[in-house]
């Protein structure tokens, strides 16, 4: 396996890392008979997770997300493109958005502070038609680059989400406007029209099916 695919692969198995520190214990496994002679310490895992543990997912989201474009960068600078990279590198991408908007549905239930599951719906969504699409198009033989409005659309989501794992951290400091809300709002009306973008300027590769 080389350099790139290993950089893709990294990022893959960050997400259940990710998703240990943001998602909180559920009730039925810390009140569970089976493990009762852990309960108190599985009332403190939860507690730090539920207080602190998003902040930890939040760098562990940065870093994993800043791996995005560097694996593909060095796979064509180095002649290295291979299927297996070509496969990986999207799934990748699309299984830590997921990850992320999932679990900040689940802390939004729990303490207010995340996004609702329309937000996490219409983005997911956005992501599974469009890979939907890419893989039509390469049943083609047709290789559908990213747009300038793609990636605008993926630092959107990165800042949004950054932002909302971090209970709108910096801007909680000095203002009690939800800004992380805002972003979030900004991530999914850019997320929406870069799918019908995407489409739009594809829709001959899904008429040829017909």
């Known amino acids: 396996m080389n350099l790139p695919n290993k950089i893709t692969l990294a990022r ?8 240990i520190f943001v998602v909180p214990i559920p009730d039925w496994m810390i009140n569970s008979s089976l493990l009762s002679f852990m309960h108190d310490q599985l009332e403190a895992l939860n507690s730090f997770i539920i207080n602190y543990g998003n902040f930890i997912g939040a760098a562990i989201f940065v870093i994993a997300s800043s791996t995005d474009g560097v694996d593909g960068h060095i796979a064509r600078k180095r ?13 990748a991408d699309k299984l830590l958005t997921a990850a992320a908007l999932i679990a900040l549905v689940q802390r939004y239930e729990l303490t207010g502070f995340g996004v609702s599951s329309w937000t996490a719906m219409i983005i997911i969504s956005r992501e599974l038609i469009v890979t939907g699409f890419r893989l039509v198009a390469a049943g083609e033989g047709v290789v559908i ?3 300038k409005l793609g990636k605008i659309k993926t630092v959107t989501q990165m800042v949004a989400i950054t932002i909302s794992l971090l209970n709108n951290l910096p801007f909680s400091l000095f203002t009690n406007i939800a800004v992380d809300r805002y972003l979030m709002f900004i991530a999914v009306i850019i997320t929406a029209y870069s799918g019908y973008d995407y489409i739009a300027r594809n829709l001959a590769v899904l008429r040829t099916q017909n």
């Open 145 to 147: 680059s990213a747009s």
């Open 79 to 91: 002649k290295l493109v291979t299927k297996l990279g070509i496969f990986l590198d999207p799934i």
């Open 12 to 19: 893959i198995l960050l997400v259940p890392i990710f998703m």
